[in-house]
C-alpha cells in the first residue's frame, strides 16, 4: 500500500531554513511526481511546487521562486522541501503529496508537518 | 485571495442534498484543465476524493459526485450524513501561473 511519511514540527526563527522530509513507499518512485502544499492556521490550501521524481525537474510557483529547493534521494525514495529566508506569515502545516503529473492531482498526502517561524 | 472562487460554507440537514461551486476562469478551469476535490476532516491532511472532474478514487462513496461545465465546476453530496462535515477544496491547473491552484475551501456544516 502506498504510504507518505513526513518528519516532525519544526520551530525556526526569522531569517532561518527548514527542510521537510517526505518518505514514501508502495509505489514505483520514479512512476510518481511529489508536490508540495502549505496551509496557514485557518487558511485555505497554497501550493509551493512540484518535482518530478523520475528527473528531478522542478516547477516552483512565482511566489517561492528563489526560496524553495524541492530534492529526491532514489535511494532512499525521499523527497525533500527546503524553505530559506522564513518570515513569520511562513508559519504553517506543510504537505507533500503523490502526483502522476505537474497538474496534479495529488492523490495520496503526508499528514503534513507543522513549522512554526517564531522569534 | 484564491484564484478559484468557492463559498465559505455550506450546511443542511441529514439525508439533504448539498453542492458546492468553484469558478475559474480561461486560464485554469475554463481553459480545459481537469478539476479536483479534496476532503479535509478536522486536524487531518486533505484526501482526495474526486479527480478529473467526475472520478471517484476506490472507496469514496457513491454520495458524492463532481461535475464541470465551462469555467466552473460543483461537488455535490447526497444523503449528507453527520461524518461529512469537512472542509472541502477544489484544484485546477492554471497555464498563466504554472501552477495548481485551489479555493479557498468550503466547510460543510451538518445539522
Known amino acids: 500500500q502506498v504510504q507518505v511519511v513526513q518528519s516532525g514540527a519544526e520551530v525556526k526563527k526569522p531569517g532561518a531554513s527548514v527542510k521537510v522530509s517526505c518518505k514514501v513507499s508502495?509505489?514505483?518512485?520514479?512512476?510518481?511526481?511529489i508536490g508540495w502544499v502549505r496551509q496557514a492556521p485557518g487558511q485555505g490550501l497554497e501550493w509551493l511546487g512540484w518535482?518530478?521524481?523520475?528527473?528531478?525537474?522542478?516547477n516552483y510557483a512565482q511566489k517561492f521562486q528563489g526560496r524553495v529547493t524541492m530534492t529526491t534521494d532514489t535511494s532512499t525514495t525521499t523527497v525533500y522541501m527546503e524553505l530559506s529566508s522564513l518570515r513569520f506569515d511562513d508559519t504553517a502545516v506543510y504537505y507533500c503529496a503523490r502526483a502522476h503529473a505537474a497538474w496534479g492531482p495529488g492523490d495520496y498526502w503526508g499528514q503534513g508537518t507543522l513549522v512554526t517561524v517564531s522569534s | 485571495q484564491s484564484v478559484l472562487t468557492q463559498p465559505p460554507s455550506v450546511s443542511g440537514a441529514p439525508g439533504q442534498r448539498v453542492t458546492i461551486s468553484c469558478t475559474g476562469s480561461r486560464s485554469n478551469i475554463g481553459a480545459g484543465y481537469d478539476v479536483h476535490w479534496y476532503q479535509q476532516l478536522p486536524g487531518t491532511a486533505p484526501k482526495l476524493l474526486i479527480y478529473s472532474n467526475g472520478i471517484r478514487p476506490s472507496g469514496v462513496p457513491d454520495r458524492f459526485s463532481g461535475s464541470k461545465s465551462g469555467p466552473s465546476a460543483s461537488l455535490a453530496i447526497t444523503g449528507l450524513q453527520a461524518e461529512d462535515e469537512a472542509d472541502y477544496h477544489c484544484?485546477?491547473?492554471?497555464?498563466?501561473?504554472?501552477?495548481?491552484?485551489f479555493g479557498g475551501g468550503t466547510k460543510v456544516t451538518v445539522l
Open positions: 484544484q485546477s491547473y492554471d497555464r498563466s501561473l504554472s501552477a495548481w491552484v
Open positions: 508502495g509505489y514505483n518512485f520514479n512512476n510518481f511526481g
Open positions: 518535482i518530478n521524481s523520475y528527473n528531478g525537474n522542478t
